[in-house]
């Protein structure tokens, strides 16, 4: 029997929704923590922790989301963890954003003027020193339009994980339409809130990209 | 008949007032050298002699050609009226030879054969035969700005106009930017150069034409006006040490 | 506890391998020559004309920028039918990333269109050449050699997207995948696998643009001086 979309149809997809972005706000939280370490791997002193950390960067980097969650998923079953699929989803999440995030940073403490470390230096900081008092913060704001560029990116990748039967935003649509067989109310109605959430996202990053390069007067 | 013909051109940018009511003519072979402070309008008024600004009342008439606003009208003048600016802008993407050719192929439809021999040509006549495959970026900027002057000088306009071509060059490569533009006078191409090189143009420009604050303030033969200045401003303008 | 891995089984079946990744392949060289063609007509239109079409045009870019790559294909692949037109799994595919790259394209060549520097367009301008002539000979090759890298980059991601397609039953690498790992219960060393041909592909994309943008965008000419400082 098939199904007329209604306003409870709707309320099933939005609802949805919170799952989206519970998963884009664990993959932050936890990629970004792994990717704040990827970044320093990259730009450390040590030639093994470059290529390490660059190794994962381009690992992840060349491989589909999609299969970078079937790899956590049986990965993780695979090392005697039984947990709920939400979880690999949020693990895999978590990867490709420290990837991704690393990279980003990376480029931002690159972009940290070469004079900064010679003067911090010439003043007998650590290393540590040097990047907690220095480099860090001026990095900081360099980082922030591109990391809120990439949080889009994010929200639009936790779609694929819909495939491990987290009922997320995409994979809501996906059971209305095989109920109501109304494609373009049910994926229009999916596309306009992936839209409502990435929409002022994107244009918050653009702003703050603008009021950046304003600012260094370039 | 005037080759160059500036009739009552006020023009604005936004809320000021930049060109407040100039008139000008220029007749065939003449030189004739814009002078004056920043802001007195000068490279306004050459940029709407070919168009680059609109203007918001006056006529201004050019080889034969009444300055429109846009279209096809406009490109048959820019074919007859040549401009150098001060920072070159030669093409990076292409060699000197390719970026002489250019309009001569593509707005003239000349064949490349032909298009290369006159590249050559006007290369030699600024004396950079050698450099038709070099590219823009290996080349200093005086031999830059000559290039950029050949590649002017290929499409044979009737009027050519100079903005400031020297003032982004290192004083020792002026020299021969200054030659070249005194050898193109000498063989009898009609100028009107913007300059701040006051000796060149006493010397080379056979009228001056001093502006101020939007209109022209005093003009006339080259000698006479730097000897004799009969304004105070330009009195003021030419003995605040521009010389 | 240790692990047992057995790729004989996944590699035994490498007939599946060969096949998904040959589809992969096809999906990937037609959504990117589609994709990058869309774009660069779209990024002269939207810099040639009038203000309508511009609008449109960041209409679309910001649409498809804003919303899944797999809600779009899903909205092709069951939408479109419903309109009457018929296409199967692969053409709604093609389709899909042909319509997702050309949106990219065209944010990427339109920052590289407004990166040249007015006094360049004036030149041209001067030299009588008209508004298009301008575009074609002036613009157009330094925009795209300084936006290179992020081309390139983005070309990379696209083929990496075919591997959505799998949601809608197209046979490619990543539906072989499931396919071999429902054949054969190894699910960790086929995923393995699969990950490391993805990134041979991945990689072996990169050296093929990086070489392009070298043939194109030559290092001695200006055009290659454009295309490194972008990096």
Same mark, same amino acid.
């Given at each position: ?68 969650? %079937?790899? =956590? ?7 005697? %963890? ?28 690159? =972009? ?13 900081? =650590? ?31 936790? =779609? ?59 | ?18 060109? $407040? ?20 309008? $000068?490279?306004?008024? !050459? ?22 606003? +846009? ?18 802008? !030669? ?32 290369? @030699? ?32 306009? $009737? /009027?050519?106009?100079?903005?400031? /071509? ?11 930017? !200054? ?14 150069? /913007? ?6 143009? @006493? ?16 003009? +006339? ?5 730097? @000897? ?5 401003? !330009? ?9 | ?16 391998? &060969? ?16 994709? *990058? ?7 002269? #239109?939207?810099? &040639? ?78 030299? *009588? &050449? ?14 795209? *050699? ?14 990496? *997207? ?11 690498? #990543? ?25 041979? &592909? ?30």
């Amino acid at each position: 029997m098939i199904r007329q979309f209604t306003a409870s149809e709707f309320i099933f997809i939005l609802t949805s929704a919170r799952w989206t972005l519970l998963l884009t706000l664990l993959a932050l939280l936890l990629g970004g923590a792994l990717g704040f370490l990827v970044a320093i791997g990259r730009t450390s002193r040590y030639a093994s922790l470059r290529w390490l950390a660059g190794g994962w960067i381009t690992v992840v980097q060349g491989i589909p989301v999609l299969i970078l969650l %079937f790899l =956590s998923y049986y990965g993780l079953a695979l090392a005697g %963890f039984d947990l709920p699929p939400i979880i690999a989803a949020s693990v895999s999440m978590a990867l490709y954003a420290s990837a991704y995030l690393g990279e980003i940073w990376r480029g931002a403490i690159q =972009s940290v003027p070469w004079q900064q470390w010679e003067a911090s230096a010439a003043l007998a900081l =650590s290393r540590a020193q040097q990047y907690r008092h220095v480099i860090l913060p001026q990095a900081f704001r360099i980082a922030v339009p591109p990391t809120v560029g990439f949080i889009v990116q994010l929200v639009k990748n936790t =779609s694929i994980v819909s495939v491990v039967g987290v009922i997320e935003l995409a994979r809501a649509g996906n059971l209305v339409n095989n109920a109501t067989f109304s494609p373009f109310k049910v994926f229009g109605t999916v596309a306009a809130i992936y839209f409502a959430i990435c929409w002022p996202i994107s244009l918050l990053a653009r702003r703050l990209e603008r009021r950046l390069h304003a600012g260094r007067a370039n | 008949m005037p080759v160059v013909r500036i009739d009552g051109v006020h023009k604005r940018f936004g809320a000021q007032e930049v060109l $407040k009511g100039v008139d000008l003519t220029v007749e065939t072979g003449e030189v004739v050298a814009i002078i004056g402070r920043s802001g007195s309008g $000068k490279s306004t008024l !050459l940029r709407c002699i070919n168009g680059l600004e609109p203007v918001q009342s006056g006529v201004i008439d050019v080889a034969g050609h009444r300055l429109e606003a +846009g279209g096809r009208a406009l490109r048959e003048l820019r074919k007859d009226v040549g401009i150098v600016f001060q920072s070159y802008n !030669l093409f990076p993407h292409l060699r000197v030879g390719e970026n002489i050719m250019l309009a001569p192929r593509v707005a003239l439809g000349i064949n490349k054969a032909e298009a290369a021999a006159r590249a050559r040509e006007v290369l @030699a006549e600024v004396g950079l035969a050698d450099r038709f495959d070099a590219w823009p970026d290996n080349l200093s900027g005086g031999q830059q700005q000559r290039v950029a002057i050949a590649r002017s000088l290929a499409m044979r306009p $009737k /009027v050519m106009l100079f903005d400031e /071509v020297t003032s982004a060059l290192d004083p020792e490569l002026t020299g021969e930017v !200054l030659a070249t533009m005194e050898r193109l006078a000498q063989l009898g191409m009609t100028m009107l150069l /913007v300059t701040h090189e006051m000796a060149f143009a @006493a010397r080379v420009a056979s009228r001056t034409v001093f502006m101020h604050q939007g209109r022209i303030w005093e003009s +006339g033969p080259s000698k006479r006006l730097f @000897a004799a200045p009969e304004t105070p401003e !330009l009195q003021q303008f030419l003995g605040s040490g521009l010389k | 506890m240790g692990f047992h891995f057995q790729f004989q089984p996944v590699l035994a079946r490498s007939d599946l391998l &060969l096949e998904g990744l040959w589809l992969t392949l096809q999906l990937a060289a037609l959504g990117i020559l589609g994709g *990058a063609l869309l774009g660069i007509l779209l990024a002269m #239109s939207r810099g &040639l004309g009038p203000r309508a079409t511009r609008w449109l045009i960041d209409c679309y870019v910001e649409l498809i920028r804003n919303t899944p790559f797999l809600v779009q294909l899903l909205l092709i692949y069951f939408g479109l039918p419903s309109l009457g037109v018929k296409l199967n799994a692969e053409q709604a595919a093609v389709l899909g990333l042909v319509i997702y790259l050309g949106a990219y394209v065209t944010e990427i060549v339109r920052a590289g269109i407004e990166s040249v520097h007015r006094s360049q367009i004036e030149a041209g301008l001067s030299l *009588a &050449l008209s508004r298009w002539q301008v575009f074609r000979h002036i613009v157009l090759a330094p925009a795209i *050699a300084r936006v290179w890298p992020a081309l390139a980059s983005q070309f990379t991601l696209v083929m990496l *997207a075919t591997s959505v397609c799998s949601f809608i039953s197209v046979q490619e690498l #990543s539906a072989q995948a499931a396919n071999i790992e429902s054949d054969t219960f190894r699910s960790f060393e086929t995923y393995i696998v699969v990950a490391l041909v993805y990134l041979g &592909l991945a990689l072996l994309l990169r050296g093929l643009l990086a070489l392009l943008g070298a043939a194109l965008f030559p290092a001695g000419s200006g055009l290659g001086r454009l295309r490194q400082t972008a990096r």
